[in-house]
């Protein structure tokens, strides 16, 4: 259980798990492989800065974001290293991306040009990364046509240089077998990619690897790999290693009271008791990012017990039923995420409950939530 910050509700998370995440995977990789830790979305909703406070003395190759104001939002930190924004981003966004020694992926012979005439003009030479699609088709070059596009995308233009070649997974969570057709579709773009580069080809970083990736096919690492959700404590997949839980979610319980036989809950009724029960009101709800969809099927943990959520998350506050846990005041700290005693409720539980990913559990978590950090300096 965690102390409570004087806040309704919070999310905390634990920087040593976050650290030890990273070490496991770059352990499993080896030295010779850089990590790049995806940290878009906040660092899915952990929050970047913290984040990047917590992995930088780990020396990461780099930090992978989606878009162009996250990187910038990085360099204002004040972090000096490789950022490499890893979608697509919109022509408008190209010169803050060069002003601020982004990296940015390609996937258009007409994006590298723009990209390249926005550097000269700016007198400065960006760099990029090929972007290869090998079957997940949101972005990249089609990988199966490489012959048509890899002399002019890898060859590089007057202000732009060629760093790296990536293509991204799209199913490394459920089977090893498509992670292997995606790399040899991608192996082989890359062989053309060196023969294009010659001797430059040296200075060009291969990666392919995400969370999944990394514990299902290191062989395939190469020279960068890109982790997200297994750093933040996400499973990667059944039979697969499972990472140290980062994110806990807590909240107050606001009201106790008792009730008799036949008292309506929430927004639509939907639930009634059956008999006298006792409900705790707890100080968070969908406008806090607790799924609206955990509504009478979730849980949560008070005292190390589980407890029933009873009718509809509202926006604010979300009803429990305690009947069965006498000790329960009002003040006291409910988990909705985490554990307590020998009870505990991982995201992935939660999310699966709900009817989605940990990562947009994570990442639905609101700024109305404090995040209150544990162990930040060791
Ligand atoms: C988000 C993302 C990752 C990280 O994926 P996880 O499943 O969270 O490890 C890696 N590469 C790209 C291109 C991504 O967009």
Redesign the pocket.
Known sequence: MSTNPKARAWVQVRADALRDNYARVRDHVGLGTGV?P?V?ADA?GLGAEDVVRALTPLDPWGF?V?AVSEGVRLRALGFEGRIVV??PVPPEDVGEAVRSSLQL?ISSVDALRHLGQTARSAGRIAEYHV?VDTG?GR?GFDGRNAAGWVAAAAGGVDGARCVGC?T??HS??ENGETVHEQWSLFSAVVDQVVAERGPEASEIVV?V??????FRASEVARSVV???????G?G?GPGQPQPQPVVSVFSTVGLVRSVPAGTTLGYGSTYRSERPERWATLCIGYGDGLPRALSNRGCAILHGTMVPIIGRISMDVTVVDISDVEAVREGDVATLIGSDGSAARTIDEVAAEAGTIS?EVLTGLTSRLPRVWTDQDP
Do not use: Q, T
């Open positions: 790049l995806m878009k899915y992978g989606a890893c979608s992926s972007d997940m972005s990536c991204h997974l490394a969570d990666h690897l995400n969370s999944a990736g990394v890109r982790p997200g959700i297994f750093l933040y996400g990667i990562y």
